[in-house]
C-alpha cells in the first residue's frame, strides 16, 4: 500500500506562479525526500527533509514537514515552463526500516504553461 | 562522471518467458535497489542490494529476483511473466545502504509483456 499520498493530482499554473504540493503519510518516518519525474523516465533527487527538521530550502524550492500532522509540503516559487513534471514524495518506514525501501506517493503532476 | 545506467532501454516479451535487466550504479556507490513503476503510479519498492546481499525486500513475489555483483553492478531477473509486469524498471544507486540518502535513478527500462 502507498504510505505518501499527494496532493492535488495535477496541477496546471502559469510561468511566474508559484506551485505548492502537498504529501501525507502514515507511519514514522526518519526523513521525506522529494523527487522529480520528467515524461516517465528516470527520477530525480530534489530535496531531503530529516524527522527533526521543519524547513528546507534549496534555491527556489521550500520544503517544509510536520510530523504531527504526518504531512509535508513542496512550494516552487516563481515557476517556469521547464518545471513541468511529476514530483513525488518518498518516506522510509521509520523504527520499522529494515533496509533500504523508499514509499513513493503517487504523485502531483504539474503544468506550467509559458 | 558516470551516472546510472540500465540496459536495455525498451525491451519487448511474451507471457511466460523470462528477462534479465541490467544496472551499474554511479561511479562510488555500493547499493543498488531496483523499482517498478507502472503507468501513472509511484515507483514501487521491489529489492535492495548491498554488499552482494538482498538487504530489503518488497511485496514482490518470487519471480521476482535479483543479483549484486561485487563490482557493484546488479541484475533484476523476472520469470513467468505475466502481463501485469509490463512498467517501467528503475534502478537507484546510493552509498552505504539504507533509506537515509538520496538516491540516484538511471532512465529505468520499459518492458512491454504482450
Known sequence: SQQGEEDPQALSIQEGENATMNCSYKTSINNLQWYRQNSGRGLV?????????????????????????????????????????????????????????????????????? | DAGVTQSPTHLIKTRGQQVTLRCSPKSGHDTVSWYQQALGQGPQFIFQYYEEEERQRGNFPDRFSGHQFPNYSSELNVNALLLGDSALYLCASSLGGGANEKLFFGSGTQLSVL
Open chain 1, 45 to 114: 533527487h530534489l530535496i531531503l527533509i530529516r524527522s527533526n527538521e521543519r524547513e528546507k530550502h534549496s534555491g527556489r524550492l521550500r520544503v517544509t514537514l510536520d510530523t504531527s500532522k504526518k504531512s509535508s509540503s513542496l512550494l516552487i516559487t516563481a515557476s517556469r515552463a521547464a518545471d513541468t513534471a511529476s514530483y513525488f514524495c518518498a518516506t522510509d518506514e521509520g523504527i520499522y526500516n529494515q533496509g533500504g525501501k523508499l514509499i513513493f506517493g503517487q504523485g502531483t503532476e504539474l503544468s506550467v504553461k509559458p
